[in-house]
């Protein structure tokens, strides 16, 4: 949840120093005996005060960079329900950043929120269509739900934003395996190992492709 920055602990310290730092000042005196200090005290304790006030422009930013950071800290700690939270934090403050909703994405998808995952790198596509990364978040969470075509359809629209993208090659591969489409799987997983020689992975999935296209139906 929201936090008050640290400086706001000193918020009734500096009110009561600027109270009766006022309170001195008020007193009767000579112009020339009043000390610098106590005025630059007053001075310095009024910032403190005022501060805050001056940066609530620059705070929702600030702070959902901070949620964000910590979400991420989360995921990398196999932790998602606590970055789903760091990350549904950062949202709130600035609701159109199309990477704070891609790993919210991957928050909800880890947590087995599925449905709420593909709405989430659904809304990062919608905001920046040529950021890459959540189509292959997409196509895998569609993918889980046996939804091919709509895995397939994913895949090949990143493709034709990037078609050096390895991992939409791979990617499409494994989707046209699950359909038993061994030789466009066996051409996808050529084309991904064409851009990236020796990925383990896709020379697996090309030999088990030419494998199944070989064999009786």
Excluded at 38 to 57: I, M, Y
Excluded at 152 to 161: F, G, K, L, Q, V
Excluded at 183 to 195: C, D, P, Q, S
Aim: proline share 7%; net charge neutral; aromatic share 10%.
């Amino acid at each position: 949840r929201y936090r008050l920055p640290m400086s706001a602990g000193l918020l009734p310290f500096a009110g009561l120093a600027l109270s009766e730092g006022l309170r001195w000042l008020q007193r009767p005196r000579r112009l020339s005996r009043v000390p610098v200090v106590p005025v630059v005290l007053v001075a310095v304790l009024a910032g403190v005060v005022l501060w805050p006030s001056v940066r609530r422009q620059e705070m929702p930013g600030d702070m959902a960079h901070t949620h964000y950071y910590l979400g991420m800290v989360s995921l990398q700690e196999e932790q998602p329900v606590e970055a789903a939270g760091h990350l549904e934090e950062a949202l709130q403050l600035v609701a159109d950043n199309p990477r704070y909703r891609y790993q919210y994405g991957q928050a909800l998808y880890q947590s087995d929120r599925i449905d709420e995952a593909i709405g989430q790198f659904e809304q990062s596509i919608a905001l920046e269509p040529r950021y890459l990364p959540p189509y292959i978040a997409l196509g895998i969470a569609q993918r889980k739900q046996d939804n091919l075509a709509a895995a397939e359809a994913t895949y090949r629209r990143a493709i034709s934003i990037s078609d050096r993208y390895v991992y939409a090659w791979f990617n499409l591969g494994n989707v046209l395996m699950d359909s038993k489409r061994w030789e466009e799987a066996a051409a996808a997983f050529e084309r991904t190992l064409k851009l990236e020689p020796g990925f383990s992975a896709a020379e697996g999935g090309l030999q088990r492709a030419r494998q199944s296209a070989g064999s009786p139906p």
